[in-house]
């Protein structure tokens, strides 16, 4: 439909903004089906076992805001913070290498100790 | 010396090479006295509380590999792989704000749930 394809940046943004606002079918769009995501638990090949990861974190986010954004022409580097109901304060970050405006590979940092530790605080042993 | 200053990306890639290079002495030059540092346990205010934090992770350092490093006129985010002592496979990403050739803000993003599961296997309860 435009003259110009969508650059990493201006994906990894679409992307992000979907999944933040709240629009996770919209996100799912920006993604392509044979994604690779490299997440601190493992890596994740497709896009149901990227969906089966990411969605519960979108359930529980509360507020976000970007930090940081760049990109040249082969992949994008998003950091941001969030808030979510266990964990307030939980910032991340992405590299996205995405080709034809599908994200084809994702490695995602974030810290998952303060996630266990609210866990265990909600299912003690 | 020189008649142009370095951008925040080749004063956070020169404290990148110093660090994950063994030269830490080296990599605290390129930060400034009074940075602010956020990590995932909390703020840090000053070089000597950086270099208490930062220092002790350099020694357990066995190889790294940046993932990406962009940069604009005030800061410059890397992504980076490490192995340690540790952990294998401990990516970090950083967004340091650099003014003036020093690092003045830097925040830190990393897993720390493997650390403490290793920390865990050393000295149990």
Redesign the interface.
């Known amino acids: 439909m435009t003259a110009n394809p969508a650059t990493p940046l201006e994906t990894a943004l679409a992307y992000h903004r979907a999944w933040t606002s709240g629009d996770f079918e919209l996100a799912m769009t920006h993604v392509a089906d044979d994604i690779v995501c490299q997440a601190?638990a493992g890596t994740l090949e497709g896009a149901e076992a990227f969906r089966r990861f990411m969605e519960p974190f979108t359930k529980i986010l509360t507020s976000s805001a970007l930090?940081?954004a760049?990109?040249?022409e082969e992949?994008a580097?998003l950091?941001y913070d969030t808030d979510t109901i266990p964990v307030r304060d939980a910032?991340?970050?992405e590299?996205l290498t995405v080709r034809e405006g599908r994200i084809r590979h994702l490695?995602i940092?974030?810290?998952?100790?303060p996630f266990?530790v609210a866990r265990g605080r909600q299912t003690p042993a």
């Open positions: 601190p930090i940081a760049f990109g040249d992949k580097v950091m910032p991340g970050a590299c490695r940092i974030f810290d998952r100790l266990e």
